[in-house]
């Protein structure tokens, strides 16, 4: 009786979590903008890691800054980019690519696939070989551009797991960085805190925001021809 006592007791608790949970996430703009059910995130690790991102950075909503998620821009061709995550604030744009990785990652900007390796013992190990996400974010930024009136600065953020290790990573650019989710927001408050003078007004912000917001509600038909278009190559 005890035993079923302690049960129920722990389970109503769980589901309190989740609920409590559930309707703050629900506050969020991720949710507003994206619709992805808490209980799906956990279980996608593109869209975790997007969300882990913004939860790392969502302060910045508290001095005027506003997020948008999978943003696709329209290329040519019929084609689109997606952008996985954007923060619009008083000191530009920061454009983030989410890599929800794990191992130990080796890359150099100027090379067109980078490397993922899973250490296996004994000096064995298995490796995967992905897209430079530098030269990735940089096509997305190349599209963005040309959309966004105000022309302010961009700024790449490759962030990866922190599950992962950044083991030899090579950049030359200065308006690109590459971190991991824990750091994330460290490294943009200080980009921010070297950008001495606003650079976006907040009226600038809302409409960059606006003109952007309906790239991030397209149809399924589009999201899927993304897809159809990114497996071709």
């Known amino acids: 009786m005890v035993d079923l006592l302690l049960i129920v007791i722990v389970s109503s608790v769980a589901i309190g979590v989740f609920v409590y949970k559930n309707k703050k996430y629900k506050e969020t703009a991720y949710y507003q903008i994206t619709k992805n059910p808490y209980s799906s995130i956990k279980y996608d690790k593109g869209k975790y890691g997007e969300y882990l991102i913004y939860k790392r950075l969502r302060r910045f909503?508290?001095?005027?800054?506003?997020?948008?998620f999978n943003v696709y821009i329209p290329k040519s061709n019929?084609?689109?980019?997606e952008i996985d995550l954007l923060l619009i604030c008083s000191k530009g744009l920061f454009v983030f690519e989410s890599k929800n990785y794990g191992g130990w990652i080796f890359g150099n900007e100027a090379y067109k696939n980078w490397t993922q390796t899973f250490p296996l013992g004994r000096g064995r190990s298995h490796k995967e070989h992905f897209y430079n996400p530098i030269m990735q974010n940089a096509s997305h930024i190349k599209y963005l551009k040309r959309l966004v009136d105000e022309n302010p600065p961009m700024r790449s953020i490759i962030v990866f797991s922190d599950k992962c290790t950044l083991k030899d990573i090579a950049i030359k650019s200065n308006d690109v960085s590459?971190?991991?989710y824990g750091n994330v927001s460290s490294v943009v408050t200080q980009i921010c805190g070297q950008t001495k003078a606003d650079l976006l007004t907040q009226i600038e912000i809302s409409n960059i925001y606006n003109k952007l917001y309906p790239y991030t509600q397209v149809s399924c038909e589009v999201r899927e021809r993304h897809v159809n278009n990114i497996k071709k190559y």
């Not at 019929?78 to 980019?81: G, I, P, V």
């Open 178 to 180: 590459v971190v991991k």
């Open 61 to 68: 909503e508290s001095d005027g800054g506003k997020f948008l």
């Open 78 to 81: 019929n084609e689109t980019t």
